[in-house]
Antibody, heavy 119, light 107 residues
Framework: QLQLQESGPGLVKPSETLSLTCTIS??????????WAWIRQPPGKGLEWIGN???????FYHPSLMSRVTISVDTSKNQFSLKLPSVTAADTAIYYC???????????WGQGTLVTVSS | DIQMTQSPSLVSASVGDRVTITCRAS??????LVWYQQKPGKAPKVLIS???NLQSGVPSRFSGSGSGTDFTLTISNLQPEDFATYYC?????????FGQGTKLEIE
């Protein structure tokens, strides 16, 4: 059974870089034509798709974050990562990693990790 | 971006009731519409994909309909475990976007 697990610092200072990793178990990041995505949810608020990476390495980002966000994949570790520099309090959220096919739902999710931006 | 607008934002209902949640897309998305259920402290769970396809293991009291820009999620015979927040999401084109959510609370 596919499992995704987010990891990374839970506290990041303003203006610094938020870095998270999603480790996949029970399947390979290169198997099938999947997208691997990051989604975030500010506490008590709705869901926002950040972007994703295709198994081939192609990336797609939300226009509002495109200038800041980088999603990369490390096939040797079966992981993909998120980097978001120059964070502000507005980036405080639960960050989820997830998987989906084209036109299909996010069918596998990590448990989510809360990242707080504060000095 | 395609804007997804859900209504209502909050609905109060009782066990056994029937509830309908609507989702409107700012432009046509064919049937590329997904419904999720989210409970506190948990990741969203897929209920329905492609507007009306019930996911495996999801009770048949959940149903979805619509195409183009207007979609509905109907929950019949509400059960205690159904009280949660529901989101729609368009899977037509990037950036994928979600509705703002509908909280279903016990009346």
């Amino acid at each position: 059974q596919l499992q995704l697990q987010e990891s990374g610092p839970g506290l990041v200072k303003p203006s610094e870089t938020l870095s998270l990793t999603c480790t996949i178990s029970g399947g390979s990041i290169t198997s099938g034509t999947y997208f691997w995505a990051w989604i975030r949810q500010p506490p008590g608020k709705g869901l926002e798709w950040i972007g994703n990476i295709y198994y081939s390495g192609s990336t797609f980002y939300h226009p509002s974050l495109m200038s800041r966000v980088t999603i990369s994949v490390d096939t040797s570790k079966n992981q993909f990562s998120l980097k978001l520099p120059s964070v502000t309090a507005a980036d405080t959220a639960i960050y989820y990693c997830a998987r989906h096919f084209w036109h299909a739902p996010f069918d596998s999710w990590g448990q989510g990790t809360l990242v707080t931006v504060s000095s | 971006d395609i804007q997804m607008t859900q209504s209502p934002s909050l609905v109060s209902a009782s066990v056994g009731d029937r509830v309908t949640i609507t989702c409107r897309a700012s432009q046509g998305i064919s049937s590329w519409l997904v419904w999720y259920q989210q409970k506190p402290g948990k990741a969203p769970k897929v209920l329905i994909s492609a507007a009306s396809n019930l996911q495996s293991g999801v009770p048949s009291r959940f149903s979805g309909s619509g195409s183009g820009t207007d979609f509905t999620l109907t929950i019949s015979n509400l059960q205690p475990e159904d009280f949660a927040t529901y989101y729609c999401q368009q899977a037509s084109r990037f950036p994928y976007t979600f509705g703002q959510g509908t909280k279903l609370e016990i009346e």
